[in-house]
């Protein structure tokens, strides 16, 4: 997808489509009253029959006449003017390009909505992303489809102010790369599992390594079982297929001491193991690897936009399936860190994997760390499918990730990690459990995951409500989000721009910089 940044006029450019961003509430602007003008008024009097009322997500399409040179108009609605936030742009460009591709269209301009005080440079990101996630293919495997989801060739931003352009222009570049990025992590977690395996998965990071200049280690079953990593060997122990842990290091300022550390949940697979989960809609456990797609796409991301930062990313890739070598409940393992873990329930296993992944980050000097995963089903009855959990041991550094993740429109929302909820993974028998039941079962899990990043500021995010979506919205169709991708890449940028108030691990930088 190319993408153009003009001072023309809207209704001077020639494209398939010029799309008008209209609000339901406030003044019409004026490209639409121009518009309204050429079409005699037909706007305004669909406006006033209530066929078109600029909802959100609302989108009209019609001829446009001969005094505008787009072959149509697209009326796209943006809701309430007053509640117009940055991410909204994201939203307007990703609907105009699925109204086009649904039409075989080629080529659509955007008109800007005006008298809006956002950046230029983040406007210009947010619709190169949301037009290029809007050309995301969710159904690969079809041999006939009703519409080309890659149609549209070309986006062109309009009428904009010569003095912002160039900003736009430098936004439009970051925000092709964090689409393009958040489009491969989709695919990954939308590629089924008898092709999306721990091996194909490793071989995916390998690619993006060798493509963008990351170095990338994967260890084997033999390595991960001289290094101890028992926790997150428990989990694999019932498949056939060879688990991976991956990491991807990009070193952006090799002198500095701080080191973020990425460790993603990347399940290919999740029967729930011997704790069998029940049939109906176990096919979507294909997506219990989105957190280590996102670390892969975000890495990708980052050694293209080469910021001035450190950062490791760690996947935990394997399969949890039932046999007769998998690990049974009642079972003592031991991760890396030397604790000992008693596994109440094989299903509560993305806790075990990260267990040895985030171990392994510290260990290759990560002094910070966040953890993304699809962990637990409890977020969702909490939180629904709208927003993200979020959990933390430091406020300042979870702080820095709600600025890194402003922009983009996501919903993340925090839960408290008391001391009084570390009751709930003690164990008779062993240092900690790994499950304490149904009562604040997404803050359990996190007060599991807490136990393994050592006194490093730490973030933990819950992903399991918001890396999928069932219903269409701005520039996503049923299928994976993508969700925190963009969020993680910025929260990267910004931890190397802003002093934190937690010290730096020497020994750990000294690790990471050999």
Not at 220 to 238: I, P, Y
Request: charged share 25%.
């Amino acid at each position: 997808m190319k993408f153009q940044v003009v001072s023309s006029k809207a209704v001077s450019v020639r494209a398939d489509a010029l799309a008008i961003p209209v609000f339901s509430d406030g003044a019409e602007s004026n490209v639409a009253k121009h518009a309204d003008r050429a079409l005699g008024g037909v706007i305004k009097d669909m406006r006033k029959r209530g066929e078109f009322k600029g909802d959100v997500d609302e989108i009209a399409v019609l001829p446009s006449g001969k005094r505008i040179a787009a072959k149509r108009i697209m009326l796209v609605g943006l809701g309430k003017r007053s509640e117009f936030v940055t991410g909204a742009y994201a939203r307007y460009a990703g609907l105009a390009v699925r109204a086009a591709a649904r039409r075989d269209l080629n080529s659509v301009a955007l008109a800007l909505p005006e008298s809006t005080e956002h950046d230029p440079g983040e406007i210009g990101e947010l619709i190169a992303e949301g037009a290029m996630m809007a050309g995301f293919d969710p159904s690969p495997y079809r041999t006939k489809r009703e519409h080309r989801v890659a149609a549209v060739k070309t986006v062109t931003i309009a009428g904009v102010d010569a003095k912002v352009a160039a900003s736009l222009r430098k936004g439009v570049a970051r925000g092709t790369v964090l689409g393009e990025m958040a489009n491969a992590a989709r695919e990954m977690v939308n590629t089924p599992s008898n092709d999306m395996r721990p091996t194909q998965l490793a071989e995916r990071a390998k690619e993006f390594g060798k493509k963008y200049g990351l170095k990338v280690t994967v260890l084997e079953r033999a390595d991960m079982k001289r290094m101890g990593m028992g926790s997150f060997l428990s989990v694999a122990a019932g498949s056939d297929e060879p688990p991976k842990m991956i990491a991807m290091e990009y070193r952006g300022d090799p002198a500095a001491k701080r080191v973020l550390g990425l460790v993603g949940k990347g399940i290919t697979f999740d029967t729930g193991g011997i704790s069998l989960k029940p049939s109906a809609n176990m096919e979507a456990m294909k997506g219990d690897m989105a957190g280590g797609a996102t670390v892969i796409g975000a890495m990708g991301a980052l050694a293209r936009l080469r910021p001035k930062a450190n950062v490791i990313g760690i996947v935990c890739a394997t399969e949890n399936m039932p046999s007769g070598h998998a690990t049974k409940p009642g079972d003592i393992v031991r991760a890396m860190n030397g604790k000992s873990i008693e596994v109440i329930n094989t299903d509560a296993e993305g806790r075990l994997v990260l267990a040895d992944g985030l171990c392994w980050a510290r260990k290759l000097g990560a002094t910070h760390l966040v953890d993304i995963a699809t962990l637990t089903g409890a977020v969702v009855i909490a939180l629904g499918n709208t927003t993200t959990g979020v959990m933390s041991n430091d406020r300042e550094f979870v702080d820095l990730f709600h600025d890194a993740a402003r922009p983009y429109g996501e919903r993340y929302w925090e839960l408290p990690l008391f001391p009084e909820y570390g009751e709930l993974i003690r164990s008779a028998i062993a240092d900690i459990k790994n499950s304490g039941g149904r009562e604040a079962g997404t803050i359990y899990g996190a007060m599991f995951i807490k136990e393994f990043v050592d006194d490093a500021p730490w973030i933990h995010l819950d992903i399991a409500g918001t890396s999928w979506t069932d219903r269409e919205t701005g520039p996503l169709v049923k299928g994976p989000t993508g969700v925190a991708l963009r969020p993680l890449a910025r929260l990267a940028e910004l931890f190397a721009q802003r002093k934190l108030h937690a010290k730096a691990d020497n020994a750990a930088h000294e690790r990471f910089a050999a």
